[in-house]
């Protein structure tokens, strides 16, 4: 650490720059990270910042950084735990870990997390209990935000609930309190020397406008139509149209605006084929908010965005999910439907190129096909169906798969009426469409899919 503090005081004697952050980079999480991940906070986020690259931290300290962040070289990460439903839950989420159990491993709080990966972190104290104080520029509090976001190298807003995270930081009409303000001026006018990074809820306050509840099915049942709120309908993010306690609130969604750091062109979308397969709803919502490309981050998976480069490069355990619906064509139905989707699967160290839609990957190219049978889902919404139907499109004989997502049926609460349609999706290779193998990893470059 001496050396380390050596080097940045021999920089600021030279009047060098000592690797300032990059410009333009947004790092979306798709949530359920591993904690000892370091493809995805080092390799990613880490370097990301352009930050003390050469350093490698050592995954079992807590204490890899100094706290003082007018001397430590490590990247500087300000924690935005507004998420959470108080100050003190975000406290405590920032400053605790969560002990182990007899069936779960110690999880990191936020401080000691952000050190075993190389940051010094700092809390972000404004919370839906104190935003009116906590988000000014005229309170102490506010002020020592303020501050901190103007030092930070990067900014990690958490999982949670991403409507308490506008809530928290916008207005009532949604435009950005003084604290937003500050983030957003940093971005704007600091010669973009800050990385917006968000976890789960976080990642989706990135967009310009974010969706959120319900699932697949639902979200395609309702025709891709789904309940605009305001900021102040925080507490209800979904479709209330038919009440709080119908089956369109259950299952449809709502949209918010969100913080907007992602580009307007482009929506992402979280724990996208582990929680449950959200290919229906991240279509759904593309077609609603009339967007073009969509990004389904997986669970332990961090996608940096480089809005300068245009692209978006994978890293972490899981896959990046792109979805192109530029060339689709949508159907009359009951239920939406549409024709001529474009699905590509990334993995780690694959690269999208959102301009030119170009995926670049080094695994090798699948000549000669190893299955030589269909793989047809009988529930595509289930966890990894999706992802599953993708690859094996592109390494089988067949050249199409079929997958079917059949009404839900729950055991208590509202139900979808006995001729609720099972919705199918068409998996088609075809001369557009390119697969890559290497190392039990596949790369998946444009599926045709319809919704049908």
């Known amino acids: 650490m001496k050396l380390r503090l050596l080097t940045l005081a021999l920089c600021t004697h030279l009047g060098l720059a000592c690797a300032p952050a990059q410009a333009g980079k947004v ?30 931290p050592l995954i079992t300290s807590t204490a890899n950084c100094g706290s003082d962040w007018a001397t430590t070289v490590c990247p500087r990460i300000a924690v935005i735990t507004a998420s959470k439903a108080s100050y003190a839950e975000g406290l405590d989420a920032f400053t605790n870990d969560i002990p182990a159990t007899s069936t779960s491993s110690l999880k990191r709080g936020y401080y000691n997390l952000f050190q075993t990966h190389g940051f010094s972190p700092k809390f972000i104290t404004a919370h839906i209990d104190n935003r009116a104080a906590h988000s000014s520029a005229s309170t102490p509090e506010g002020q020592a935000n303020i501050a901190i976001l103007n030092q930070a190298d990067a900014i990690w807003v958490v999982g949670g609930d991403q409507a308490k995270v506008s809530r928290t930081l916008l207005n009532d009409d949604g435009s950005d309190t003084p604290l937003a303000a500050a983030l957003r001026s940093r971005w704007s006018n600091g010669n973009g020397a800050i990385v917006m990074a968000g976890d789960s809820a976080g990642n989706h306050a990135m967009n310009v406008k974010m969706h959120a509840a319900g699932i697949s099915y639902g979200y395609l049942y309702y025709g891709a139509n789904l309940h605009d709120r305001a900021v102040t309908d925080y507490l209800t993010l979904g479709d209330t149209r038919d009440g709080s306690s119908a089956l369109r609130y259950f299952e449809n969604g709502g949209t918010m605006k969100g913080l907007g750091f992602l580009p307007a062109t482009l929506l992402s979308d979280t724990h996208f084929d582990a929680r449950s397969g959200r290919l229906g709803r991240l279509v759904s919502a593309l077609r609603h908010m009339g967007i073009q490309q969509g990004l389904g981050v997986d669970e332990n ?35 939406y439907k549409v024709s001529g989707l ?29 299955y030589t049978s269909f793989y047809d889902s009988p529930d595509i919404f289930a966890a990894y169906e999706t992802s599953k139907s ?63």
């Open 27 to 56: 790092f979306l999480s798709g949530g359920g990270y591993d904690d000892a991940n370091t493809s995805l906070f080092v390799q990613g986020l880490r370097k990301a910042t352009g930050r003390d690259s050469a350093f490698t």
């Open 390 to 452: 993708l690859t094996r499109v592109v390494d089988q004989t067949p050249t199409s798969n079929i997958g079917t997502a059949p009404k839900p049926v729950y055991s208590s609460g509202p139900a979808y009426p006995s001729g609720a349609p099972a919705i199918k999706l068409r998996f088609t290779r075809d001369a557009s469409t390119k697969g890559y193998y290497s190392g039990g990893k596949y790369t998946v470059d444009k599926v045709k899919v319809d919704v049908y």
């Open 342 to 370: 474009r699905v590509s699967l990334l993995s780690a160290g694959d690269r999208y190129n959102y301009a030119s839609k170009v995926v670049t990957s080094s695994k090798a190219l699948i000549s000669s096909r190893y």
């Open 301 to 335: 998976t961090g996608v940096l965005v480089d809005t300068a480069a245009q692209t978006a490069q994978v890293y972490g355990a899981g896959t990046l999910t792109v979805v192109d619906t530029a060339g689709a064509s949508v159907q009359t139905g009951t239920y």
